[in-house]
């Protein structure tokens, strides 16, 4: 070997040397987040397996990235891994995939992503069209947030910064371009995929306030322009909306646009004034905004009402447990009660008539608490037969006249079954802060005594919490 080819040997040693030792004294770089997930995936990945009641949630995208959100009771590893696999498996041949047996699953793609849920029983065929119209929806969200960031930079369809929050704060920036697009105040109407109404969630500066949770009739122009996908005008507010209402300040008129994303219409921006003006004034900046702006309050949409099922009980429809937590979180000092309630001798009623009957009286109870709640009240179903009424800004005593007034309505509206008028009785445990408790966390141990006072000294009656220990539970009810 000459000489120079040793000293080339040695100096490619070196250079060898020296870049695998950088490489090791060198810290790692966290890995680069895939554009294809939002931050807060794990997030919607749980809203969407509590909404369906599932087991887990997989998804997958192209560049490996995976999450999987499961049952905090937690799931085999097996049933996870074939999860994972058949999303994967979606993800490579673009069909649906299912799987049925004790953990039933289920495997979609939606654009650029991959989805699995596993069922925690065997699901009915509309559990799983629901289910798959779910991650569907979810996956759209993904796929279409690449090219909206895209879009966001470009002129004057520009999506404001603040409507990449949530749902109000991108109604609000909505409804606020609009205005300075048209020169004219806007209202932002979004259909609940739940209740399948209308209504408006949002308004601009200069609109009326009064019209935030109205509802748009089956025949109005807002309903029209969401069928026909095309600006629809309305020379007045019963043109607009389906409905007059007499407490108007000013007769409405208005042009609406559809808004919706590549699968449907799920909602409509008005504008109010003259159509014709309106027309030449936003039709084309602003339809360009909304189509760009579509596939965004789509998503937020679809995870506002993921959120909404999720704490939703799905037979009576009212708030569930986990909504009450919610709403008791927020509670920051004042008066404050919490009203238990159980529906007595419960058993008997499923026995004799059977359990369907025993749910068309669930039914007929939650329908009872939704006529005696105020604005800021709330009526929960805590599982089985037992409800909850939580009410904030109220007295001890103002809570036990609406504990009375529920009982009384209860014992005085027969439940109708099958031709039968059933008597129904309930029993009714008050609790309040500070009357009865210090701290709102132990409102409904007392509350839950409270109610157990209430069937052992003859059900049918209402008691107020003592302020002592809370008792347990001895037997049924």
């Known amino acids: 070997m000459t000489t120079a080819a040793l000293l080339i040997g040695i100096l490619a040693l070196a250079v060898a040397a020296g870049y695998l030792l950088g490489r090791r004294a060198r810290p790692m770089s966290a890995p680069r987040p895939d554009p294809l997930l939002p931050s807060d995936i794990d997030h919607l990945a749980d809203l969407v397996r509590r909404a369906n009641r599932g087991l887990a949630v997989s998804i997958v995208t192209p560049g490996r990235s995976q999450v999987t959100a499961t049952h905090p009771r937690g799931i085999s590893s097996a049933v996870v891994e074939r999860a994972e696999a058949m999303a994967r498996l979606a993800l490579s041949d673009g069909r649906t995939h299912m799987v049925r047996g004790a953990d039933t699953t289920l495997a979609v793609r939606s654009g650029d992503v991959a989805l699995a849920f596993v069922f925690a029983s065997p699901p009915e065929d509309d559990a799983v069209d629901r289910v798959a119209a779910d991650l569907r929806r979810l996956g759209d969200g993904f796929t279409q947030q690449r090219e909206r960031e895209e879009r966001a930079e470009h002129g004057p369809r520009r999506i404001p910064a603040t409507a990449r929050d949530s749902l109000d704060s991108a109604v609000a920036a909505v409804c606020e371009a609009a205005r300075e697009l048209a020169d004219a105040p806007a209202a932002i109407l979004i259909r609940n995929p739940i209740s399948q109404t209308v209504r408006v969630v949002g308004v601009s500066n200069g609109a009326d306030r009064r019209l935030i949770g109205t509802s748009a009739a089956p025949d109005s122009a807002v309903i029209h322009a969401m069928k026909e996908g095309m600006p629809v005008p309305g020379m007045s507010a019963a043109e607009l909306f389906?409905?007059?209402?007499?407490?108007?300040?000013?007769?409405?008129?208005?042009?609406?646009?559809?808004?919706?994303?590549?699968?449907?219409?799920?909602?409509?921006?008005?504008?109010?004034?003259?159509?014709?003006?309106?027309?030449?004034?936003?039709?084309?900046?602003?339809?360009?905004?909304?189509?760009?702006?579509?596939?965004?309050?789509?998503?937020?949409?679809?995870?506002?009402?993921?959120?909404?099922?999720?704490?939703?009980?799905?037979?009576?429809?009212?708030?569930?447990?986990?909504?009450?937590?919610?709403?008791?979180?927020?509670?920051?000092?004042?008066?404050?009660?919490?009203?238990?309630?159980?529906?007595?001798?419960?058993?008997?009623?499923?026995?004799?008539?059977?359990?369907?009957?025993?749910?068309?009286?669930?039914?007929?109870?939650?329908?009872?608490?939704?006529?005696?709640?105020?604005?800021?009240?709330?009526?929960?179903?805590?599982?089985?037969?037992?409800?909850?009424?939580?009410?904030?800004?109220?007295?001890?005593?103002?809570?036990?006249?609406?504990?009375?007034?529920?009982?009384?309505?209860?014992?005085?509206?027969?439940?109708?079954?099958?031709?039968?008028?059933?008597?129904?009785?309930?029993?009714v445990g008050v609790a309040a802060v500070p009357h009865t408790t210090r701290g709102v966390t132990n409102l409904y141990p007392a509350a839950d005594a409270a109610l157990y006072r209430a069937k052992e000294r003859g059900r049918n009656r209402v008691e107020v919490a003592t302020g002592g220990r809370a008792e347990g539970r001895k037997g049924g009810r």
């Open 242 to 427: 389906g409905h007059y209402r007499s407490d108007r300040r000013r007769e409405e008129r208005g042009l609406v646009f559809p808004i919706g994303d590549s699968r449907r219409w799920f909602g409509a921006l008005v504008l109010f004034g003259r159509p014709d003006a309106l027309r030449e004034r936003a039709d084309t900046d602003l339809t360009a905004m909304l189509a760009d702006l579509g596939s965004h309050l789509g998503y937020l949409a679809d995870v506002r009402a993921a959120e909404t099922r999720a704490m939703t009980d799905e037979l009576t429809g009212l708030p569930n447990r986990r909504a009450l937590d919610k709403a008791i979180a927020l509670y920051d000092e004042g008066d404050a009660a919490l009203l238990c309630l159980d529906v007595d001798r419960f058993k008997q009623l499923n026995d004799r008539y059977g359990h369907v009957a025993g749910d068309a009286a669930l039914i007929h109870l939650a329908s009872l608490l939704r006529q005696s709640l105020r604005d800021r009240d709330l009526a929960v179903r805590m599982g089985g037969e037992e409800f909850a009424l939580w009410l904030p800004d109220t007295p001890a005593g103002e809570a036990r006249e609406v504990a009375e007034r529920v009982r009384r309505m209860v014992a005085e509206t027969p439940f109708l079954w099958s031709g039968q008028d059933i008597a129904m009785t309930c029993s």
